[in-house]
């Protein structure tokens, strides 16, 4: 089998290069072993929410240019021009780049019906299931309805579901209640209720993904809305723990009509549907632009010179051999399996490419719990978390002289080392902005 373009890995950022490589009229595949970390995610696109010493961006553009300029390892300042480039060309050139990658994001969102809701120049703070926040850039509107600045000066009321025990409404409303002072959000009451689904009534282990699901019934929605009329004498804001699968914008509307009130979803905690949903979407632009996506496709080998010239792929009980002009890497960190640990060293999984802390030290040789601090949280995460494999400016992966490991391979997202995408909440955004340009440079 012959294709243009092979992708290893299905999440934000392989999907992302697939796209932009397909829209150039590319023969692309995508193959993907399993689920990744973006089907886990949250579902919004975080893109800089703080500095590892815990500063919080007031702006993901603050971000990125504090980053560029400071953190000459990022992928935020490779892409910039990288560790030779002067520190303010570097930059403007990153700030760049990752508004038009980000713009290209919404558009291919606003092409599969989905309207992604933000600015590269301000963070807005969405609640989760614990009542606690978090900064991002670009989210749903679904769950953009309930930022923060939103619900200021309002009654606001947390929703649960009976027999749901991914999410307890009273202790977010206690804890929501507790925090937002801090945030100078001052809703005039916060309270709580539960609900019954039709059709899961008197279970104990219901799913966020079933109740999603009834969600996208016509009639159980309409059941829900008057359930909410019932339960809900007045509120301003409403905020309940799924909007459902297919149509989440259309549910939450029919919601918002039947309770009188502004009603959002909630941010979770993995299995996340918003990350279900997001895989699905960024999935469906890119096999609108023609590019091939196959799940169950293991990637057990490659034929590797100068150039990579082949990767073995099984599928089901049989190995096949698929050629490619260019691969592009996309494997993840550890969920997705890009990095493994082997007899405690820390390894890149389908190349052997060199592994690097993010102060560039090559890892071949140290052990991976030197890579772990004695801390459970320390300042700036573990060193563990910031390390994968070094790219150049063209995301190709490098070798300790700097120069291409392979010239026909790129990669993009949670392989690279230099971020530590947990303490600094930019996966999604590093993800995007790395597929899109990866995709661009794989095309040519």
Known sequence: MKVDVFVIGAGAAGLTAAR??????????????????????????????????????????????????????????????????????????????VRKALKDFVESMN???????????ENVLVTNFVGTFKPTCLCPSTIYNGNTKNLDNSSVIFVGVKGFPDYDPKFCAQSFSDIAPGLKIKPKSVNHAYLDIPGLEGRGDILAIEIARRMDDPETLEKIGQNL?????????????????KSPEENIKTLAEAAGANVFELTSFPPSVPG??????????????????????????????????????????????IEADVYILASGSFLGGGLKEEKDFLKESMFNLPVYSSDGT??????????????????????????????????QPISDKGEPVYGNLYAAGSVLSGYNYIAEKSGMGVAIVTGYLAGLNASG
């Open 276 to 321: 279900y949903r997001l895989v699905k979407l960024l999935e469906k632009a890119a096999q609108n632009a023609g590019a091939s996506v196959r799940r169950g496709y293991k990637v057990v080998g490659a034929n590797c010179n100068k150039m990579v010239k082949s990767l073995k792929v099984e599928i089901g009980r049989k190995i096949t051999e």
């Open 229 to 245: 009329q019932k339960r809900i004498e007045s509120a301003d804001h409403i905020a309940i723990p799924t909007a459902g699968v």
């Open 362 to 395: 090559n890892l071949e040789e140290v052990c991976l719990e030197k890579l772990l601090s004695r801390n459970v949280f320390p300042m700036g995460g573990h060193k563990l978390f910031s390390s994968g494999i070094n790219v150049n400016e063209k995301l």
């Open 111 to 121: 092409s599969v019906r989905v309207n992604f809701m933000g600015s590269l120049d």
């Open 20 to 97: 932009i490589a397909a829209e150039k009229g590319l023969k692309v595949l995508v193959a993907e072993k399993g689920s990744g970390a973006t089907i886990q995610s949250s579902g919004v696109i975080d893109v800089a929410g703080y500095l590892p010493s815990g500063f919080l961006f007031a702006s993901a553009s603050e971000g990125v240019r504090i980053i560029a300029r400071e953190n000459k390892s990022h992928p935020y300042s490779i892409i910039g021009g990288g560790q030779e480039t002067e520190p303010e060309k570097r930059v403007k050139e990153s700030e760049k780049l």
